[in-house]
């Protein structure tokens, strides 16, 4: 039933902030259990996690993206956020928005976003 959308600037230049939106239907972010995970795919590598915010308000980042990330959340709009600094291309991406779960010790992205294309280029 969960459903996820985001919304992100499609094209910048190196050194901007990437900024994206996730809006989220069907389930409130604040269900308890659930963390709400940003996750990035450059073209021809794998799945990259970014961070999540969880359904209490808190973060935690990827180490190699810490210094750069940043994810907050709108209860009232039942939306969560990622903002990524001083992009460089390597920053070029499909970046996903994703409900995440721990089953059996294991975490599990279930539930996911189309997925929205972030090219970083001068």
């Known amino acids: 039933q969960v459903q996820l959308q985001e919304s992100g600037p499609g094209l910048v230049k190196p050194s901007q902030t990437l900024s994206f939106t996730c809006t989220v239907s069907?389930?409130?972010?604040?269900?308890?259990?659930?963390?709400w995970s940003w996750i990035r795919q450059p073209p021809g590598k794998g799945l990259e996690w970014i961070g999540y915010?969880?359904?209490?308000?808190?973060?935690v980042y990827n180490p190699s993206l810490k210094s750069r990330t940043s994810i907050s959340r709108d209860t009232s709009k039942n939306q969560f956020t990622l903002q990524l600094s001083s992009v460089t291309p390597e920053d070029t991406a499909v970046y996903y928005c994703?409900?995440?779960?721990?089953?059996?010790?294991?975490?599990?992205?279930?539930?996911w976003g189309q997925g929205t294309q972030v090219t970083v280029s001068s």
């Open positions: 069907g389930g409130s972010i604040t269900t308890n259990s659930y963390y």
């Open positions: 994703a409900r995440d779960a721990l089953y059996g010790g294991s975490w599990y992205s279930k539930s």
């Open positions: 915010i969880s359904y209490s308000g808190s973060t």
